[in-house]
Nanobody
Framework: QVNLVESGGGLVQAGGSLRLSCKVS????????FTWHRQAPGKQRERVAL???????DYLESVKGRFTISRDNRKDTVYLQMDSLKPEDTAVYYC????????????WGQGTQVTVSS
């Protein structure tokens, strides 16, 4: 059974930082690519950051220079370091895995709420 469990969300003031974690089980972790997506109320889900099995990363333009995605293949965990947070970053953040098939985000976590106050 595949499980992705996010943690680390919360309430933070604008300009602050949070680090999200996604603990993965049931997959061959090193063979998978991962993303962080987010969805704000009334808006479509959008991909925030991507890290492929080989370590290549990509970011949504609005978070470049502020967010960093990383992975620890020993701990089967994906991270999203979020700095200089803005109120518009408020959303539910989801971790997703491609199951070894690049670009197909097959497995999803339950999400963690991030709220940035102004």
């Amino acid at each position: 059974q595949v499980n992705l469990v996010e943690s680390g969300g919360g309430l933070v003031q604008a300009g602050g930082s949070l680090r999200l974690s996604c603990k993965v089980s049931g997959l061959v972790f090193p063979a998978n690519g991962f993303t962080w997506h987010r969805q704000a109320p009334g808006k479509q889900r959008e991909r925030v950051a991507l890290i492929l099995s080989g370590g290549t990363t990509d970011y949504l333009e609005s978070v470049k220079g502020r967010f960093t995605i990383s992975r620890d293949n020993r701990k089967d965990t994906v991270y999203l370091q979020m700095d200089s947070l803005k109120p518009e970053d408020t959303a539910v953040y989801y971790c997703a895995a491609d199951g070894g098939v690049p670009g197909t985000w097959t497995y999803w976590g339950q999400g963690t709420q991030v709220t940035v106050s102004s």
